[in-house]
């Protein structure tokens, strides 16, 4: 579900870095800049005219091999993940990323240089509040073709676990976690980039290596290297002698962790699930991850969030009990039955209000409403919604029993599909204005199974009852 749990918040004053795009090999300049509320994370292409923002968002993600790469109206930005990530650590829910280039700069390979000048700049929060996709049931997704797999559990907290296994015997299967986003500039920002020989001679046959070298990424050399593409290698990286130490690594770069190629994988994966673009609750296990993988996984995240967006259905817990049962609710309704039309309230603020309705065949109205095919009035369901308000309206006094409410008016009343014996109603009441001179103006929604099923804006007004 999508809940608001903390304030949103940008940065409090703008960082400027510059380096040298991995692929392009172009120098970038990039400045962060602190964004208004509800903005979300955009870059803003400014060497061209006009200029084109981009959304740091799954649904524009065209590209995933050797980086993840987005794009707008034919205009890119490559490598976003090791930025992105150290922005969603960090918390950063509006920024924006101006950048004179198709290519975030890779500075040493990994989210350090960012996560450090975050951490400099400062953050600020914000009045508005974040949205955040809270799991609330396992969400699965894997990729037959390659075995891997990354799955969502629901959690209280916010942590990642990631295996990977490239079936090498010189990087070998390794494992790195997070428990805390909290811990991410320490445990997980450092760790750099990573390549297999074989994959490096390829990309510089093809020339799509320019700004690599060996401060920026860390080669493993799984296959015995020639003489020829040691002077290859020596060539492209600017280097007198190039040499492989007893770990496999190539030349004398040493690893900040033991198992820094797993935490990579790790980092790659928060900056892609952070083009979700929202904050992501829940305890994420990633076994094989790449960029692909992790990507469409954002993209099926966001597809949820815009189905739930479509559905305004609360989410309630049946098995808990309720804020308000049946003898509570006739202490503040004047109603009786057989026209008490609330069972429950299930959540209630200065705001808004959730009530229940168990709809059974002993409904006196089924009798004639209709033999045979029985089927909730509309205009009880619209008087079941109106009295859960009843119960908004009523708690704002200190003496709800000695009060009555009455309507006043109903609009846009709709009516999208029948309500039958063994529905369980939930009704949604939220106030468009606040209450006034005893005037209440709320919308109502009710739903079945999640669907919506009747709705309509309602006036009404409490009047102290005549002694």
């Known amino acids: 579900m999508i809940a608001k749990i903390k304030s949103q918040q940008t940065l409090e004053k703008p960082i400027k870095l510059e380096g040298v ?46 980086g993840t790469t987005i794009e707008k109206e034919g205009v890119k930005i490559q490598t976003t993940e090791h930025l992105l990530a150290a922005l969603f650590a960090a918390g950063i829910s509006n920024c924006s990323i101006e950048i004179n280039g198709s290519e975030i700069p890779i500075m040493d390979g990994s989210s350090k240089s960012f996560s450090d000048a975050i951490e400099k700049a400062g953050i600020e929060s914000q009045e508005e509040e974040q949205e955040v996709f809270v799991v609330q049931e396992v969400i699965e997704h894997t990729d037959a073709e390659t075995g891997s797999e990354i799955l969502i559990l629901p959690s209280d907290d916010t942590s990642f676990n990631v295996m990977i296994d490239f079936q090498t015997k010189v990087l070998g299967t390794q494992n790195a976690c997070l428990q805390k986003l909290e811990d991410f500039n320490k445990e997980i920002a450092p760790a750099r980039t990573f390549s297999f020989l074989h994959e490096l001679e390829a990309l510089l046959e093809n020339g799509l290596i ?23 290698l020596k060539k492209a990286f600017g280097k007198d002698k190039i040499t492989v130490k007893p770990n496999g690594i190539l030349d004398n770069l040493k690893l900040n962790y033991t198992n820094e190629a797993a935490r990579h994988k790790l980092l790659d994966l928060v900056g892609d699930l952070a083009l979700v673009g929202m904050p992501i609750q ?21 597809l949820k969030i815009k189905n739930q967006r479509k559905s305004i259905a609360p989410v309630v817990d049946l098995s808990k009990p309720p804020l308000m049962d049946i003898n509570q609710i006739m202490d503040m309704l004047p109603h009786r039955p057989p026209f008490l ?19 059974t065949m002993n409904e006196s109205f089924f009798q004639g409403h209709f033999p045979g095919a029985p089927v909730m009035p509309g205009v009880l369901q619209i008087e079941s919604m109106a009295q859960a308000g009843g119960v908004l309206v009523l708690s704002t006094v200190p003496d709800p029993e000695n009060y ?17 014996p063994g529905d369980t109603l939930i009704f949604k ?21 999640d669907q919506l099923v009747s709705q309509g804006d309602l006036m009404a007004q409490i009047s102290r009852r005549k002694t």
């Open 210 to 232: 320019k700004g690599g070298d060996l401060n920026n990424a860390i080669v493993y050399v799984d296959k015995p290297l020639s003489e020829f593409n040691m002077e290859r």
């Open 404 to 420: 009555l409410t009455f309507f006043m008016k109903i609009d846009n009343v709709k009516f999208k599909r029948p309500v039958y």
């Open 21 to 66: 795009g991995l692929h392009t090999g172009e120098q970038i300049r990039l400045i962060l800049s602190p964004a208004s509320e509800n903005t979300g994370i955009q870059f803003v292409r400014t060497d061209l005219d006009p200029q084109v923002e981009i959304p740091a968002l799954a649904n524009f993600v065209t590209r995933t091999d050797r």
């Open 429 to 449: 009441l939220e106030l468009l204005t606040p209450i006034r001179r005893g005037i209440c103006n709320m919308r109502g929604y009710a739903f079945v199974n």
């Open 341 to 359: 039309l609330v069972d429950k309230v299930l959540e209630l603020s200065d705001q808004h209000v959730v009530g229940l309705k168990n709809v």
């Open 282 to 302: 829940g305890k994420i296990i990633a076994t094989k991850p790449g960029h692909k993988i992790n990507t469409d996984f954002a993209k099926e995240i966001l």
